[in-house]
């Protein structure tokens, strides 16, 4: 079983930044691809971004690129999303994501583990 804990949104101004980070506990953290993904009131889960297992690979949403880094600390079990010149459009709830097959995904639907959410909310 594997527990992932989110933590680190808050309310910011836009053009601020905030770390998120997601901890993870029970099975091993070092192969697994890990995703953020989020969801604004009233629409659709959407991702964000991703990292392979042994951190060498990253992709991210357009919207993100340039502006959100993905990163991961194997020896913490942590992965992190910073996100910098934010906008009132990044605001939702975000979502870190294990997925403990295969490689990185951009679907919401191969990822077998969630945690429980963290809000950003980015004022204009």
């Known amino acids: 079983q594997v527990q992932l804990v989110e933590s680190g949104g808050g309310l910011v101004q836009a053009g601020g930044s905030l770390r998120l980070s997601c901890a993870t506990s029970g099975r091993t953290f070092s192969s697994a691809a890990m995703g953020w993904f989020r969801q604004a009131p009233g629409k659709e889960r959407e991702f964000v971004c991703v990292i392979s297992g042994s951190g060498g690979s990253t992709y991210y949403v357009n919207s993100a690129k340039g502006r959100f880094t993905i990163s991961r600390d194997n020896a913490k079990n942590t992965v992190y999303l910073q996100m910098s010149s934010l906008k009132p459009e990044d605001t939702a709830v975000y979502y870190c994501?294990?997925?403990?097959?295969?490689?990185?995904?951009?679907?919401?639907?191969?990822?077998?583990?969630w945690g429980q959410g963290t809000q950003v909310t980015v004022s204009s």
């Open positions: 994501a294990a997925r403990t097959w295969g490689t990185t995904s951009t679907r919401a639907s191969q990822y077998d583990y």
